[in-house]
């Protein structure tokens, strides 16, 4: 059995990301496809809940608690990915540690050291940039309501996000309709799967 692909889902706030992955999970599944929708933070956890009071302004921790705890967050959910992965479950996810490390970055905090705990986690085979400038952002619902949705902050976010893309990644024009965004998407994964198929590669660590 061959294993799943781990699809990922990255971009600023208020772009379309648990839209359109969760879409695709529905498609995948529609197609027969075993398929599983992850999101981090993952608010469910003990840990997840310390993240969600942090988010919703409810709690203060300083930025390298909070960055940290992002990233046990993620480490938390690693032997139930993996596990998913080989089971041949393809894994789409909404938000990882990319987002960490744009997001702690632009707070000025040292890139070396904003990486340096996510070093390991399971790497994303594809992941999908769901682009969108934060003048548009801020015009989309609920806009505003966390602690990071600032414009000025939302733009220092994205160009750290762009510094951390390779070849695996595909930026995707947020500001499209959703359903051409969705078979764009749904285009690039069946290829991705299809590479796969033809030339099966291990489940790789990242930054490692």
Sequence with gaps: MSRGLFILFEGCDRSGKT????????AL???????KLVKFPDRTTAIGKMIDGYLTQK????????HLLFSANRWEAMSQMRADLENGITL????????????????????????????G????????????????????????EEVYEKREFQLDVRAKFFSMMDKSWAIIDAMKDADLIHRQILLLTKK?????????KPIAKLWA
């Design 59 to 66: 709690s203060q921790l300083s930025d390298q608690a909070i």
């Design 192 to 200: 991705a799967m299809q590479a796969q198929e033809a030339e099966p």
């Design 29 to 35: 599944t529609d197609m027969g496809v075993k398929a």
């Design 121 to 144: 986690l399971l790497a994303p085979d594809r992941v999908f940039f769901m682009d969108i400038h934060p003048d548009d952002a801020a015009k989309r619902e609920g806009y505003g």
């Design 19 to 26: 839209t359109q992955s969760t879409r695709l999970v529905q």
């Design 92 to 119: 789409v996810v909404d938000r990882y540690a990319f987002s960490g490390v744009a997001f702690s970055a632009a707070k000025r905090m040292d890139f070396k050291w904003c990486k340096s705990p996510d070093i």
